[in-house]
């Protein structure tokens, strides 16, 4: 779980970056599952971009991505949706 302190710094970081990832008419798929596994695994970071043409809500879409790869949902606005995982060979250390 993360603390408030960790997040906003998540934040901060995830606002310099470009979503990586789309969820599109296709919605959550054991290949999106994976695509985003190993992006976190590269970066720890990943921001992943729910298209207007996904038939799921939003918010089903961060928990279920959240529940398949173990990761911590940072943060949520709008479309985009903020993930964040340790890696093996960490690169980001939170505060």
């Keep these: 779980m993360l603390t408030g302190k ?3 710094f998540l934040r901060a970081i ?7 990832v789309q969820v599109g008419k296709g919605g959550v798929g054991p290949n999106l599952i994976q ?12 921001k992943v971009r729910v ?8 918010e089903e ?5 959240a529940q398949a790869t173990k990761a911590e ?7 985009n949706i903020l993930f964040y995982r340790k890696s093996k060979k960490p690169q980001i250390e939170l505060p």
């Excluded at 879409?61 to 991505?65: C, D, F, H």
């Excluded at 949902?73 to 479309?79: D, L, M, N, P, R």
Aim: proline content about 2%.
């Design 14 to 20: 995830g606002s310099t970056i470009d979503p990586i």
């Design 73 to 79: 949902v940072a943060q949520q606005i709008g479309s």
């Design 35 to 46: 695509q985003l596994d190993e992006a976190l695994e590269a970066r720890e970071v990943v």
């Design 51 to 58: 298209l207007r043409n996904c038939l799921e809500e939003r």
């Design 6 to 8: 960790q997040k906003r």
């Design 61 to 65: 879409v961060a928990e279920t991505l």
